[in-house]
């Protein structure tokens, strides 16, 4: 789920982060073959950009929670699940407190580990005319995980239809709070307040990260919040 979920974001910084034609085309005049032009020009100049998204797809899933909780069915335990079954269900602050340090830790090794390999953002190419010469694997890759993804949705609409009553009643039960009553709001009602999150995180952090990205040398302090616990911010404001 997780490459899934991550794979196009990876094949979009590295479309942003292509080599300019002029580069290629001189390597090409001077005898270099396709292979050695991938690893010997591209890959270079691309690996700063790669190393960054890839940091924060590692940051995005070592915090994942709801996505293990339920494809794991319980039987996959990670930092993130633990922190929660501590904090919320067991009561034993002290054990999450030690979990999200451990947690936080675990980001200030993943970026002392990139910035010494030097993943650092790579400038994008702008107007300059860029090579755009697709492979066969490459386009093997796309069609397989297009495949997977089609596969996954055509799953979950098939489930729709077969499952229970049908598939008009199953959307119309996403209004609802499920047998007798059991959630606190319904699945709409959800959506309807992830989506007022997403634009409200996005009004306050946007500046904020426009103004962060200007300084020279980016703080840690500025990027920790990547790594630690959402349960903890949430008891944090929750406390607060």
């Known amino acids: 789920a997780h490459v899934l979920m991550n794979a196009g974001f990876m094949a979009r910084v590295v479309s942003a982060n292509q080599i300019p034609a002029d580069q290629l085309e001189a390597a090409s005049l001077d005898g270099a073959s396709r292979v050695r032009k ?3 020009i591209e890959l ?6 790669m190393l960054s998204a890839g940091l924060l797809v590692a940051l995005y899933s070592a915090t994942s929670y709801g996505l293990v909780l339920t494809l794991g069915a319980g039987k996959v335990d990670t930092l993130e699940t633990e922190i929660a079954t501590a904090a ?4 034993d602050l002290n054990f999450a407190l030690t979990l999200a340090l451990l ?13 010494s390999i030097g993943a650092e953002p790579a400038p994008l190419f702008g107007e300059q005319e860029t090579a755009s010469n697709g492979s066969k694997l490459g ?3 796309a069609a397989l995980l297009l495949a997977a993804i089609v596969i996954v949705f055509a799953g979950v609409f098939v489930r729709a239809i077969t499952y229970g009553p049908g598939l008009v009643e199953n959307f119309a039960n996403l209004a ?3 047998g007798r009553e059991i959630l606190n709001i319904s699945v709409a009602e959800a959506a309807l307040n992830s989506l007022r999150n997403l ?3 996005a009004l306050i952090a946007l500046p904020i990260a426009w103004f962060a990205a200007g300084r020279k040398r980016t703080s840690y302090l500025v990027l920790l919040p990547i790594g630690i616990s959402p349960v903890v911010f949430g008891l944090v404001f929750l406390v607060l």
Do not use: M
């Open 103 to 115: 947690q936080t830790a675990l980001t200030l090794c993943f970026f002392y580990l990139a910035r």
């Open 176 to 178: 609802g709070r499920g």
């Open 139 to 141: 386009g093997l890759l």
């Open 88 to 91: 919320l269900r067991d009561l």
């Open 38 to 40: 991938r690893f010997a």
């Open 199 to 201: 634009i409200v995180a």
């Open 44 to 49: 270079p100049q691309q690996l700063a950009g």
